[in-house]
């Protein structure tokens, strides 16, 4: 860990970084998944759907962007290495095999509610330790992963 002022304890800061890492995995992996759809989508809605993955990654990508940050503040250092992130992402594969832009946008449905699973449990447990403003990083997160899901699975007629 690297020296800081910060006046969390290194043990709380030590905590946070490992929860942030976690999250900055999975997220880098979502990015990839929702570019893999984007790249692959095919039918009759392709253009609104190719799009929208495409605004859907832009959004991930901020997000670990800020997760990032975040360990970067608490005097850790951001590990977002290929190798890294496929050991420590817990997301599912995405099945690259697909084209239908419904099964796509089931896919894609799926992983970023794995994420937004996460991060709700990533609040409390951030809250539970101590550090209040990584819950609350966790929590602006977690209402655009929310308002993503939202956008994405409003192109499925849920049953």
Do not use: C
Request: no cysteine; charged share 25%.
């Amino acid at each position: 860990m690297q020296k800081t002022h910060n006046t969390l304890t290194e043990n709380i800061r030590g905590q946070s970084i490992e929860l942030l890492g976690k999250n900055l995995a999975a997220a880098i992996d979502l990015h990839m998944q929702l570019k893999l759809a984007h790249w692959n989508v095919r039918g009759p809605a392709f253009i609104a759907i190719h799009e929208l993955f495409d605004k859907v990654a832009g959004e991930v990508e901020e997000f670990s962007d800020m997760l990032a940050e975040r360990i970067g503040a608490l005097g850790g250092v951001a590990k977002g290495g290929a190798k890294i992130v496929l050991e420590k992402s817990f997301l599912k594969p995405y099945p690259v095999e697909i084209a239908n832009e419904q099964t796509h946008v089931e896919a894609v449905s799926k992983a970023l509610a794995a994420f937004g699973e996460s991060i709700r449990e990533s609040i409390d447990q951030s809250a539970d330790f101590g550090d209040a403003i990584t819950a609350d990083l966790f929590t602006n997160i977690g209402r655009g992963v929310d308002q993503q899901l939202w956008f994405v699975e409003s192109h499925n007629a849920l049953k």
